[in-house]
């Protein structure tokens, strides 16, 4: 199992440009999150999805969009990048079954909006 | 709403004990410990479910209090590789939502 993938590892933009990170599990999980982390600070939930075709706005979700058109990938976009985006991004999936079960988080996107 | 802990840094000798705080303003159906190394993700520590319920992870311990939505992490005889930022995690009752603290920077010291 590769666990949570994502890509790009690091990824620089200039303000105004688009973008998609990339995750997938090999897991077959049905929940999956977007969360990113400033420095310093804590994590932060973007969208989070808990099943194919079914998503969900978190605390902070302007600016990103989210699909789940599979169970394994759950794609985050940046419609037009701002400084302000400036992060590290997390993915993460879990088995929701139980509602208790542990988060798996991926290795992580650093992102610079210049 | 995020929950709130306690400290915000520690720092300890090796084989001193310390306790980091969570608490929410939500009815919580769980709460969640995960340690994070710098320049790496969050790795998984243990869930709580119950009230009262306790689980631990090698001399890494913690409850639930749910009745004052609150939860306790204690390190009991601290080593080198505690350190690390804690975070807790909480999910509210009928939610679907799992959001974190702000985190507790833990430094242990030779």
């Known amino acids: 199992n590769a666990g949570v993938t994502q890509t790009p590892k690091f990824q620089v933009l200039k303000t105004g440009q688009s973008m998609t990170l990339q995750c997938a599990q090999d897991?077959?999980?049905?929940?999956m999150s977007w969360y990113r982390q400033d420095p310093g600070m804590g994590l932060r939930l973007i969208h989070y999805?808990?099943?194919?075709?079914?998503?969900d706005q978190g605390e902070v979700p302007n600016g990103y969009n989210v699909s789940r058109s599979t169970t394994e990938d759950f794609p985050l976009r940046l419609l037009s990048a701002a400084p302000s985006q400036t992060s590290v991004y997390f993915c993460?999936?879990?088995?929701?079954?139980?509602?208790?079960?542990?988060?798996?988080f991926g290795p992580g996107t650093r992102l610079l909006v210049l | 709403q995020q929950p709130v802990q306690s400290p915000q840094a520690v720092i300890l000798r090796e084989g001193e004990d310390a306790v980091i705080n969570c608490s929410s303003s939500?009815?919580?159906?769980?709460v969640h410990w995960y340690r994070q190394k710098h320049g790496e993700a969050p790795v998984f520590l243990m869930i709580?479910?119950?009230?009262?319920e306790q689980k631990g992870h090698e001399k890494i311990s913690a409850s639930f209090n749910e009745k004052k939505q609150q939860s306790s992490l204690y390190l009991t005889a601290s080593q080198l590789s505690y350190s690390g930022t804690y975070f807790c995690?909480?999910?509210?009752?009928?939610?679907?939502?799992?959001?974190f603290g702000g985190g507790t920077r833990l430094m242990v010291k030779p």
């Open positions: 993460a999936s879990s088995d929701r079954t139980g509602r208790g079960e542990t988060q798996y």
């Open positions: 897991m077959n999980h049905e929940y």
């Open positions: 999805s808990v099943g194919a075709g079914i998503t």
């Open positions: 939500k009815a919580l159906y769980s």
């Open positions: 709580l479910l119950k009230g009262g």
């Open positions: 995690g909480t999910l509210a009752r009928g939610g679907n939502m799992l959001t």
